[in-house]
């Protein structure tokens, strides 16, 4: 299909001679026709847009924002490329840019247009991105980019490039300042994919979105295998494999009124404060449930997402990332009204161990949540990290080193809760006094020790089993011995460790109180260019 030129303006210039004089009216009604037209767009590439299962820019972004609040900048840009199929020069160059609101608070977006040269990427287009970012950084506002588009603009040559490098330099001076979140709802492909990998929060839609470095078609060209667009870079591949994706859905309504939720819990800036949703007497609000969703015995499974329920307002709380690394689980939600990140141990998949994606995707939560001031609730029940040459070789020591690296540099108000046990360096890790949590709670079941009783018996008294008359009747006194010594709260709370140890009933009014003593928490950062975590 061939784009349709929009019709240039006529001139508003002298009327030919003998024609009587063109009025004030005759220039505004010809230039209402040409703003109508270029808004209505090529009916016939809308069909096909529509077929495909997609909606246009504009009914995305009518969807997206509060209605009647689009102020729309660079309706008139075209593109000044020539040659190839650059024979015409529809108005908006493909991506629909501007600002409004959700629930009120202002945003920046840009919706690539894929009726317009397949949404491709060329020089205007990309300028008219980097506008709205710039106005965003400028004001303090998130930036949602929905992106449908056949990546650089082949005709444009490098200048496709060169404005893809100005996205991409403009994403990382506004991360930590403003949120940015990145829709995925048709293709996304080639170097098009880092702006999605760069922004905070990633949605991807099924069916219709997919985002790779190179297609299908390079990748039979280069190793001869053969994968369709979806197997090798659909929304579920995204959701649950790669971690590209933070948030999945099966259609672009559902996701893009996830989008708004997710604004409506986050700061536009990192100045800012979350908007609050006004206290609500969560401080004495005791949840006797609690005991009953997590078992004593250490090793027996439950859903730490119904733990998350009885502590968050309402037990509502949004999943980042759900479907990846679900040994862990990244929430945002509310307590008393004012967000929270919540970060938790899943000992219903893989016993709650940590591994390399479960390390890299809380990290990269605790992370954003430092950025933008949110406060860190982390509930511990925790195994260890994950043995085995595949974690090794893979870099655990590596990977879960960033997770240790994003607590320790966290400034914002931090409350630990250790609900069962916490073994070893995943204590350390999980957000532990000695990393710098602000208040430690546990459980009276918990556990916490450098490692279990059978391991800690065989490590220290290898050789008196060896030689013992009896060797499970020692083993047996051992191991007693070793849990009545250390493996209960009091021995850390003795010793500052924790600092209360608590019902499990009183979790939630805990946790409220804890953070309402952190509110004022301030915390200068440190005078250097910026940190080297292990990435
Ligand atoms: C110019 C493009 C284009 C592109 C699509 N079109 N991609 N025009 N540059 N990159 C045009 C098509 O020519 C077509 O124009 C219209 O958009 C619709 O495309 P179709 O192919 O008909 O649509 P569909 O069958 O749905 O396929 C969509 C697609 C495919 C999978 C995205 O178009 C495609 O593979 N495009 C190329 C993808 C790509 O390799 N991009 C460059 C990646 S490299 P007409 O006139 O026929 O309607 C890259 C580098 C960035 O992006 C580096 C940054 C660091």
């Given at each position: ?22 009025t ?9 026709r ?35 609040s689009f ?7 075209r ?7 650059l ?10 840019a501007?600002?409004?609101t959700v ?15 397949g ?20 004001t ?11 990546g650089?603009?082949?005709q ?9 490098g ?6 990382v ?16 492909a080639g170097?098009?994919a ?5 922004a905070?929060?990633?949605?991807m ?24 667009h ?11 494999r790669?971690g ?8 672009e ?16 800036n ?9 206290p609500?007497d969560?401080t ?12 004593v ?13 009885e502590?968050?307002?309402d ?25 929270v990140?919540?970060?938790g ?8 161990v940590?591994?390399?994606?479960a390390a ?34 893979g870099?655990i020591i ?8 994003a607590?320790c ?11 069962r ?5 995943a ?5 532990s006094?000695s ?7 546990a ?23 060896a ?10 006194e051992l191991i ?10 009091q021995?850390?709370?003795e010793r500052?460790?924790?600092d209360?140890?608590i ?20 915390a ?12």
């Amino acid at each position: 299909a061939t784009p349709t030129a929009t019709p240039t303006a006529p001139p508003a210039g002298s009327p030919p001679p003998g024609a009587p004089p063109r009025t004030m009216q005759d220039v505004r009604r010809d230039h209402e026709r040409l703003r109508e037209r270029i808004v209505a767009g090529d009916a016939a590439a809308i069909s096909r847009q529509h077929a495909l299962g997609k909606r246009t820019a504009r009914e995305r972004l009518d969807l997206l924002l509060d209605e009647g609040s689009f102020v729309e900048i660079d309706l008139y840009r075209r593109h000044l490329g020539t040659g190839l199929k650059l024979r015409t020069r529809p108005h908006t160059d493909g991506v629909i840019a501007g600002s409004g609101t959700v629930d009120g608070r202002r945003v920046f977006v840009y919706a690539q247009d894929f009726t317009v040269f397949g949404g491709s990427l060329g020089e205007a287009h990309a300028a008219k991105i980097h506008k709205v970012m710039d106005l965003a950084l400028a004001t303090g506002s998130p930036i949602i980019g929905l992106n449908d588009s056949g990546g650089a603009r082949i005709q444009e040559g490098v200048m496709s490039l060169h404005g893809y490098g100005g996205i991409f330099r403009r994403i990382v001076a506004a991360s930590g300042i403003v949120p940015q979140i990145s829709v995925v709802l048709g293709p996304c492909a080639g170097g098009a994919a880092y702006s999605p990998a760069l922004a905070d929060f990633t949605f991807m839609v099924r069916d219709t979105a997919q985002m790779y470095l190179t297609g299908p078609d390079v990748v039979h060209a280069v190793s001869g295998e053969r994968v369709g667009h979806d197997e090798l870079g659909g929304a579920d591949v995204h959701g649950g494999r790669s971690g590209v994706a933070a948030f999945v859905h099966d259609d672009e309504v559902a996701c893009l009124e996830e989008v708004r939720h997710l604004l409506s819990l986050l700061p536009s800036n990192n100045v800012d404060a979350a908007p609050s949703a006004g206290p609500c007497d969560a401080t004495t609000d005791l949840r006797p449930r609690l005991a009953e969703v997590v078992p004593v015995e250490p090793n027996r499974p439950y859903d730490m997402r119904q733990v998350v329920e009885e502590v968050v307002d309402d037990g509502e709380f949004l999943e980042v990332h759900r479907d990846w690394a679900r040994n862990v689980i990244c929430a945002l939600g509310r307590v008393d009204g004012e967000t929270v990140g919540v970060v938790g141990n899943q000992p219903s998949v893989q016993a709650g161990v940590l591994d390399i994606p479960a390390a890299e995707k809380a990290a990269r939560f605790v992370r954003f949540c430092d950025a933008f001031g949110i406060p860190l609730v982390t509930l511990v029940d925790v195994p260890g990290f994950l043995p085995g040459t595949d974690q090794e070789y893979g870099g655990i020591i590596r990977h879960g080193a960033k997770l240790l690296y994003a607590y320790c540099e966290a400034t914002v108000p931090r409350v630990q809760v250790v609900v069962r046990k916490a073994y070893g360096g995943a204590y350390i890790v999980m957000d532990s006094r000695s990393i710098g949590t602000d208040l430690s709670l546990a459980w009276p079941t918990n556990e916490v020790a450098v490692m279990g009783a059978d391991g800690a018996v065989n490590v220290l008294f290898r050789r008196e089993l060896a030689t013992a008359a009896d060797p499970a009747e020692l083993r047996a006194e051992l191991i007693a011995e070793y849990a009545e010594a250390l493996m209960h709260p009091q021995y850390a709370a003795e010793r500052g460790l924790f600092d209360d140890v608590i019902d499990p009933a009183e979790t939630r009014a805990a946790v409220a109180k804890g953070l309402a003593m952190l509110r004022d928490k301030r915390a200068e950062p440190p005078r250097r260019k910026h940190g080297n975590i292990p990435l």
